[in-house]
């Protein structure tokens, strides 16, 4: 995954150093669809790794605490963290179709609006799914553990896995569900500035959207996730 990530790294700069090196229609398509995959493959592999945290990795510790994954790569690309990996994809098609109509007008205004208010919507529809997978996934709920002052190891922590576990935090404290919906609140907000060709309000709501996202994840996710 680290050597995907790095060379989509390394073809982006390369896409915007070489694309207008010669005038071939053929050598332009061809870079414009790496600058493409290169901008989408980090966003879903990202995404895709939050879901496995709710998904669970196989792995084990060694002697030292060195934590090693045992799994394969195809078993990383899950459904459900495909379907992350897509809600990231939504969520970053949104802000750049937002960015670019700011400075953009007529047909091309017209056509990123068009973009980011169905990017909007595909990430409410994806976010309220992964909300309700989640609900009825099994997750982990930490029951145990060595008290305050004493050195932690994670093989000290006492944990069981039940259905709706992922949400004993909201449960918890109430008023965390603000966090999801802040993140709903601001897609449906981009999807209406949009609509209304405010480009920049939009993307500060699409700003909020992405917090809501990364901050109910990071909710449900406390403590395994620090």
């Known amino acids: 995954v680290m050597l995907l990530l790095l060379w989509t790294m390394i073809v982006r700069p390369l896409g915007f150093e070489y694309r ?31 879901g496995n945290l709710f998904r669970g990795v196989p792995f084990h510790f060694e002697w030292n ?15 459900f963290a495909i379907m992350t990996g897509v809600l990231s994809l939504a969520l970053a098609v949104m802000m750049g ?9 007529g047909a091309m205004f017209r056509r990123a609006r068009g973009l980011a208010q169905a990017a909007a919507a595909a990430a409410i529809v994806l976010f309220v799914s992964g909300g309700l997978w989640v609900h009825a996934m099994p997750g982990y709920r930490l029951v145990g553990g060595p008290g305050a002052g004493v050195p932690q190891t994670p093989l000290q922590q006492t944990v069981v896995t039940a259905p709706g576990a992922w949400l004993t935090n909201f449960g918890v404290h109430p008023l965390l569900w603000l966090v999801p919906a802040a993140g709903l609140a601001g897609m449906a907000g981009a999807w209406l ?33 620090l």
């Open 65 to 79: 605490m060195t934590s090693f994954y045992t799994g394969r790569f195809l078993g990383l690309l899950n459904p």
């Open 20 to 50: 207008s090196q010669m005038a071939h229609a053929a050598w332009r398509e061809a870079w414009d669809w790496a600058l493409f995959v290169s901008g989408a493959v980090p966003m879903i592999v990202f995404g895709a790794a939050i």
């Open 193 to 225: 500035a949009a609509r209304a060709g405010r480009s920049h309000l939009g993307w500060w709501l699409g700003a909020v959207a992405w917090s809501g996202v990364i901050g109910s994840a990071g909710a449900a996710l406390f403590p395994f996730m």
């Open 97 to 105: 179709s937002l960015t670019v109509m700011n400075g953009a007008e």
